[in-house]
């Protein structure tokens, strides 16, 4: 199980970090999964904005490059997004996505994050 938190409203350039919280499963699952961020605006296909694989392999969205960082931490089962310098094309709501070595996924249920100009 996934779950979210840290969404809200903010304005524009101000930041929000978003946490992922993995349970039901032993760490050893955690630790060797690739984790990952997507979002979804209304009307737009749902985009991967960050990923992190278990060996540390990170990759973002261009349009997030340099604002956002993920990053894991397997002692908490946790993985966060941290977003600088938001804007308001960044209004979305966020999910959080594992892919387990076994190729299995879990989805939490997203949290809104919404960016006033």
């Known amino acids: 199980q996934l779950v979210e938190s840290g969404g809200g409203l903010v304005q524009a350039g101000e930041s929000l970090r978003l946490s992922c919280k993995a349970s039901?499963?032993?760490?050893?699952?955690?630790?060797?999964?690739?984790m990952e961020w997507y979002r979804q605006a209304p009307g737009k296909q749902r985009e991967l904005v960050a990923s992190?694989?278990?060996?540390?392999?990170?990759r973002y969205l261009d349009s997030v490059k340099g604002r956002f960082t993920i990053s894991k931490d397997n002692t908490r089962r946790t993985v966060a997004l941290q977003m600088n310098s938001l804007k308001p094309e960044d209004t979305a709501v966020y999910s959080c996505h594992m892919v387990t070595v076994g190729a299995r996924d879990y989805w939490g249920q997203g949290t809104q994050v919404t960016v006033a100009s």
């Open positions: 992190r694989t278990s060996g540390g392999d990170i």
């Open positions: 039901g499963m032993i760490l050893s699952t955690f630790i060797g999964s690739t």
